[in-house]
């Protein structure tokens, strides 16, 4: 990887544990009940730790990160001191640019005051708190254990502890939601202050406690006509807030757009460490072995704990240029598409007008609602 390269080096830290798993969720997290004795919590940031040493000796280059992420999962229930170690340990092992962003996921009821205050002052600038929803019955048809209130009210703990920016999460078109449901979470989270919200449409993921009471017929699938409906609501709100999208699940005051995940969908350079953690530097993408407990075997006898690897094309490399640059606001060149191609957008009104006329790519509220099948229609079959 050569300097200029490494200079925009990213890195992800996922932390597996959950106190409670929800019935949508299908990510590579566990609760104390699932992992048994096989892993202590407690000790968990020294094995990340010990990751991020390895990492930066196989990395080999004296080049600073330039944005930390720790996902999950639930980060905090690693406390303050388990991920001020863990950044300790990235700024020892491989330092930080000047003014790097430094985000930690949470869930409200895993932090208090306090321990907001004391991952700020250990450096984190970023807070990204998962919501879902202010309506009770939607939070209890997803299984949350947090109470309407505790998202707001962490955030505004955040704001007041100096985070330089606080992200809510917000989850929409579960079954039994309404447009007034939406509405209400949406001037919630704004009332916290905070100056980024992403909000994501309810996936059913196979396997999950949600698909079950679906196949059940104890609740009705989402449906997509509403979902798409629910997704023009919160780009008005938010659009009326002062807060336009810059990605198409994302928005943000001008400045508190995520950089962490601009790195992703600008197919930058990304090093995870962690339990499934996925990599991606020069083309070669690989990920580390899923369980935590084998993770943890291979890290404490320091190897590196990947599982598979493999070398992207330049197809693979266009493909994923495409799917993810598309979906920000800012675009794409459009020199590389087809002028029939994007013509033919432009006429469905799927693409904007004025960017076309700069030789850019930019998707228009319609062509976000159908993002992925204008990707397609992009990539050549």
Not at 94 to 109: I, K, Q, R, S, Y
Not at 247 to 264: D, F, I, K, M, T
Not at 306 to 323: C, F, K, N, P, Y
Request: proline fraction near 4%; include cysteine.
């Amino acid at each position: 990887m050569s300097a200029d390269q490494a200079s925009t080096l990213s890195l992800y830290v996922h932390v597996p544990f959950c106190s409670s798993r929800c019935g949508y969720c299908d990510f590579n997290t566990y609760t104390a009940t699932e992992l048994g004795n096989e892993v202590r919590r407690d000790s968990f940031h020294e094995v990340l730790a010990a990751e991020v040493r390895i990492a930066a000796e196989q990395l080999s280059t004296s080049q600073q990160v330039s944005t930390v992420f720790v996902g999950g999962g639930t980060p905090t229930l690693l406390g303050s001191h388990g991920l001020n170690y863990v950044l300790q340990e990235i700024k020892d092992s491989f330092g930080l640019v000047a003014g790097a962003e430094v985000t930690t996921e949470a869930n409200p009821d895993s932090v208090d005051q306090q321990m907001l205050e004391e991952l700020r002052a250990g450096g984190f600038t970023r807070m990204s708190l998962g919501m879902q929803s202010s309506a009770p019955r939607v939070l209890q048809v997803l299984e949350r254990t947090h109470t309407p209130g505790a998202s707001v009210q962490a955030a505004r703990w955040a704001v007041e502890a100096g985070f330089e920016h606080v992200n809510l999460d917000l989850i929409y078109g579960t079954p039994g939601e309404t447009d007034d449901d939406l509405k209400a979470s949406v001037d919630t989270a704004l009332s916290a202050g905070i100056d980024h919200l992403s909000a994501y449409a309810l996936i059913v993921e196979d396997g999950t406690a949600l698909s079950r009471r679906i196949a059940r017929g104890e609740l009705p699938a989402p449906d997509d006509d509403v979902c798409a409906d629910r997704y023009e609501l919160i780009d008005q709100q938010m659009n009326a807030a002062g807060m336009p999208w810059y990605e198409v699940s994302n928005w943000a005051r001008p400045g508190g757009e995520c950089q962490h995940n601009l790195a992703y969908w600008r197919s930058q350079h990304w090093w995870g460490v962690g339990p499934g953690a996925h990599s991606h530097i020069d083309g070669r993408r690989w990920w580390n072995v899923k369980h935590p407990a084998p993770y943890a075997e291979r890290v404490r006898a320091h190897e590196a704990p990947i599982a598979d690897a493999e070398q992207l094309t330049a197809d693979d490399l266009r493909t994923e240029q495409v799917m993810l640059g598309l979906r920000l606001a800012e675009g794409m060149s459009a020199q590389s598409f087809d002028d029939v191609l994007l013509d033919d957008l432009l006429r469905r009104g799927l693409i904007d007008q004025s960017a076309r006329a700069d030789s850019r790519v930019q998707l228009t509220l319609a062509g976000r609602l159908l993002a992925d099948a204008v990707v397609r229609e992009l990539l050549p079959s």
